[in-house]
C-alpha cells in the first residue's frame, strides 16, 4: 500500500523559513502529481502548491514568491521549502499525491498523508 509520510513542521518565527518534505513509498512517486494543502484552526484546507509529474507548477496567491515546491523523484520526496513565515502561515500541511493532475489541484486526490503542524509565532 502507498503511503505519504509527512516531516519537517516544526515552530518557527516570523520571517523565519521551514522545508517540508513528503516521503512515498512504492513505486508510483515519478508517474504521480503531487501537491500540499494546508487547514489552518477553523479553516476549511486550501491548496498551497502542486507539480506535475513532469514539472508543471503551480502555487496559490498567498504563498507566491515565499514558498517553492520541488520533487526528488529518485528519493521519492517532494519538498516545500517556506521562507518569510508569517502567522498566517500557521496551519497542519498535507501532502497528496494522484495520477490525475486535476485531482491534485481540486483537491480530489486519492492520497493524503497524515499531516504536518507549522506553527509560527509573531
Known amino acids: 500500500q502507498v503511503q505519504l509520510v509527512e516531516s519537517g513542521g516544526g515552530l518557527v518565527q516570523a520571517g523565519g523559513s521551514l522545508r517540508l518534505s513528503c516521503a512515498a513509498s512504492g513505486s508510483i512517486f515519478s508517474t504521480n502529481a503531487m501537491g500540499w494543502y494546508r487547514q489552518a484552526p477553523g479553516k476549511q484546507r486550501d491548496v498551497v502548491a502542486t507539480i506535475s509529474s513532469g514539472g508543471y507548477i503551480k502555487y496559490s496567491d498567498s504563498v507566491k514568491g515565499r514558498f517553492t515546491i520541488s520533487r526528488e523523484n529518485a528519493k521519492n520526496t517532494v519538498y516545500l521549502q517556506m521562507n518569510s513565515l508569517t502567522s498566517e502561515d500557521t496551519a497542519v500541511y498535507y501532502c497528496?499525491?494522484?495520477?490525475?493532475?486535476?485531482?491534485?489541484?481540486?483537491?480530489?486526490?486519492?492520497?493524503w498523508g497524515q499531516g504536518t503542524q507549522v506553527a509560527v509565532s509573531s
Open positions: 497528496v499525491a494522484d495520477e490525475d493532475l486535476v485531482r491534485v489541484i481540486v483537491g480530489g486526490a486519492r492520497l
